[in-house]
């Protein structure tokens, strides 16, 4: 990891056939949220990761860390730019080649609308303590059982537990148009 994040591109392929099975586990848990008849298979997915990974020039980390931490880390990285790289994919092709000022994102498409929505929820999650996002993040998009959200966050199970109720009954309420989502 700490060759990547001096933009080594051949760290990339080393990392990517260093973790393939679990990369692909990554992929399919991103796909199973998708509409049926998607284009991208898992392999694909983690092809798109491995060329987003060499385009890496450099990633500033200055925290010490573990082996177990660095894979953590990766993995983390690796899950944050497949959901990026699906919402990219999901874009119609005229706005996947565009840019788009910050002022006109009033004029978006209801889909584009809605992941808009959820990056604010999660933004605003995130304000009240950012691993309540982190949570949601690795349960709702990697499909991480608990023991492995706990395990990845450095907390006890039963802790990870109580972030993620928390977390899904702020969404809830957020998701319900009441006008103060507090749980």
Known sequence: MANLRRGDSDAAGQLVERFYPELKRLAIAN???????????????????????????ELKDSIPRTAAQERAAFLGLAAHIMRRLLIAHARPLRKRVTRVPADTLDD???????????????DSLATIDPKLRQVV????????????????????????????????????KALSDDPCPIA
């Open 108 to 122: 978006l498409g209801s889909g584009d609308e809605a992941l808009r929505e959820v990056g604010e929820l999660l």
């Open 31 to 57: 796909l199973q949220g998708e509409k049926p008849g998607h284009t991208w298979q898992a392999t694909v997915l983690v092809n798109e990761l491995y060329l987003e990974l060499c385009r890496i020039r």
């Open 137 to 172: 993040e690795l349960k709702v998009f990697e499909g991480l059982s608990m023991d492995q959200v706990a395990e990845r966050l450095g907390c006890a199970p039963r802790s990870a537990a109580r972030h993620w109720s928390f977390a899904r009954g702020w969404l809830q």
